[in-house]
């Protein structure tokens, strides 16, 4: 008599009950590790930029600046040059990351696990927040030793909410444009057209009341105005612009903007074909 041969069958997939802590985990820490890894390029270089802008716009005009606020120039622009930092590479994290994943056909790695569209946008966005608070946390540990730099903490819960609520921000900026990019030119031209003539002109070197018109009044219809001016009250204690305004918009950013990438992610735009 034959013994009867049962033919194998495939191991029953685990059951994740609500939140999928270890999904979430393992992607957050790729993102994360991905930036450490080069370290050099994506942490020491923009270190040295912010250096380069506080020779340029600070030693240049040594003595020629009066103070603003009642503080040197140095201490004013520094909080600025901190969050153009942050900004910065909160949204290179996200984006190029998505991109180069579409690019190289990896979005597998992420799209086949048991991840659901919250635990995906979580964990990039998360992923660029902390490569844009450690960046901005290493230059302003240089900055604060620069000379006539004297960083002050007036308000420290300005300092962390437009800290975190920016780096998110661009997190998930950085995430929309990785998923609308098709190739690196597409993610330079955001860059270059976008993201760097919002941060310059929103008062990071400069009071924006001191702009001819219209741009003193368009300026304060720019995000990254109260995003810089928030964070520099958190260091000086004054603020240009209104600081309810800047918290309303902050938290309602953060919001629409995680809500549209969720959206987007559920719906598997420009990931799946």
Request: net charge positive; aromatic share 14%.
């Amino acid at each position: 008599m034959k013994d009867t041969v049962t033919a194998p069958t495939p191991p029953a997939p685990r059951d994740y009950a609500g939140f999928n802590w270890t999904g979430f985990y393992t992607l957050y820490l790729k993102e994360v590790r991905r930036f450490w890894k080069v370290g050099m390029q994506t942490v020491a270089a923009p270190v040295v930029t912010s250096l380069l802008y506080m020779m340029v716009f600070v030693v240049a005009v040594r003595g020629a600046a009066p103070p603003i606020h009642g503080v040197a120039f140095a201490t004013f622009v520094a909080p600025g040059l901190i969050m153009m930092t942050i900004l910065n590479n909160a949204f290179a994290n996200s984006s190029s990351s998505l991109l180069q994943a579409k690019m190289m056909g990896l979005t597998p790695d992420f799209m086949t696990p048991p991840l659901s569209p919250l635990e995906q946008v979580a964990a990039f966005s998360l992923g660029a927040a902390t490569r844009g608070v450690v960046v901005g946390f290493v230059t302003a540990l240089v900055v604060a030793f620069l000379p006539n730099t004297h960083m002050t903490f007036a308000q420290p819960w300005a300092i962390v909410f437009y800290g975190v609520g920016a780096s998110l921000i661009l997190g998930f900026v950085g995430i929309l444009t990785g998923l609308w990019s098709e190739k690196f030119d597409h993610l330079a031209a955001i860059t270059n057209f976008l993201i760097m003539p919002m941060t310059f002109l929103s008062g990071t070197f400069y009071l924006v009341d001191k702009l001819p018109e219209p741009f003193r009044t368009a300026s304060h219809f720019n995000p990254f105005f109260y995003l810089i001016d928030g964070f520099r009250y958190g260091f000086i204690g004054h603020a240009d612009g209104s600081l309810l305004a800047g918290v309303l918009m902050t938290a309602g950013l953060v919001v629409v903007l995680a809500v549209t990438c969720w959206l987007l992610f559920r719906a598997g735009w420009r990931l799946k074909t």
